[in-house]
């Protein structure tokens, strides 16, 4: 496991410069994804604790989280609750490259026992562009998780052959 964290790493780092081709996008996610599947092994022991020891622990295994979002609220009360976060692990640019060129991706999402205010949630998730912060940490820090939801596709292709686009791993893209 601890050779796979570190592989992981070493292609995260490798590929921290501009993806020009799928090929390379490709082997980030692969990366994250073996790191996100390792995580989702042990994912019964997660339930239960407190977000900020979840958070240690991903960081623990090499998953470096770049961005957070409200994945689950409620949309007809008021005020407002959130009940669950999705976390990515691409940085910016390489979820711009992901969106751009129609690529699947890897990610997780956290469902909590009791909810956080919507509107702080939504505030610090504008202030901060989605990224997590220090503050946003310990805003959903002590939230408790309830569940969890993992996707790993194991084709980052699946939404350029369901367009019936062609594909060329090492194809150029902007």
Request: hydrophobic content about 40%.
């Amino acid at each position: 496991m601890n050779l796979i964290i570190v592989l992981s790493l070493f292609a995260q780092a490798g590929y921290a410069q501009k993806i020009k081709t799928l090929r390379e996008y490709e082997a980030i996610n692969d990366s994250i994804a073996s790191l996100i599947k390792l995580v989702e092994k042990d994912s019964i022991s997660y339930v239960g604790k407190p977000f900020s020891e979840f958070v240690k622990e991903l960081d623990k295994r090499g998953l470096k989280i770049m961005q957070i979002s409200i994945s689950s609220h409620d949309n007809s009360v008021y005020p407002q609750h959130v009940y669950g976060v999705a976390l990515e692990f691409l940085t910016q640019e390489e979820e711009n490259f992901q969106w751009n060129n129609n690529m699947g991706g890897s990610y997780m999402k956290v469902y909590f026992a009791e909810s956080k205010p919507y509107e702080k949630a939504l505030d610090l998730s504008r202030q901060y562009k989605g990224l997590l912060s220090e503050e946003v940490a310990a805003f959903y820090g002590d939230a408790v998780v309830q569940r969890l939801y993992f996707y790993c596709p194991d084709d980052v292709y699946r939404m350029r052959k369901h367009l019936k686009m062609p594909i060329d791993k090492d194809k150029i893209i902007r």
